[in-house]
């Protein structure tokens, strides 16, 4: 079991480190052409991936970005709270305002309706409107 072990880890690390490099972009290799890292990973297989994982390779992250998440980092809208949100505040206005002329038109059916009822108790003769 261990003899497979000592076959298994050096491939792995060089499998890892050859997709690697072919995933880095030109630019951020660093003191040799990318062919050539290839090259050199593939031909010294255990100490060629140490040396790429070392040396080969510019390791903080680019100014522009090479992901999505890194290309709309600095795009972001940030949060705002509901409390602090303006747009919000103004929907919750405009709702209140229909809430409170819809309420009023209830109002106003209501007392009709019960003054309908007052008249017919004592047996006057309803309003036309």
């Known amino acids: ?3 497979l072990l000592m076959y298994l880890v050096p ?7 050859f997709i690697d490099c072919l995933n880095t972009p030109e630019d951020e290799a660093r003191h040799l052409p990318k062919i050539a890292w290839v ?3 593939l031909l010294f297989w255990i100490v060629g991936p140490i040396v790429w994982l070392a040396a080969g390779k510019t390791r903080h992250a680019p ?14 809208v940030p949060y705002v709270a ?5 747009e919000f505040l103004n929907s919750l206005r405009e709702e209140n ?5 819809l309420l009023k038109d209830w109002e106003a059916d ?5 003054d309908e009822l ?12």
């Open 63 to 76: 100014a522009g970005g090479r992901t999505p998440s890194e290309w709309h980092r600095d795009h972001r």
């Open 118 to 129: 007052r008249r017919k108790e004592r047996g006057e003769e309803p309003k036309a409107d």
């Open 110 to 114: 209501l007392r009709r309706r019960e």
């Open 11 to 17: 491939l792995a690390l060089t499998i890892y480190a």
């Open 39 to 41: 090259f050199i990973i």
């Open 82 to 86: 509901p409390d602090d949100n303006p």
């Open 1 to 3: 079991m261990l003899r």
């Open 97 to 101: 305002k229909k809430d409170e002329s």
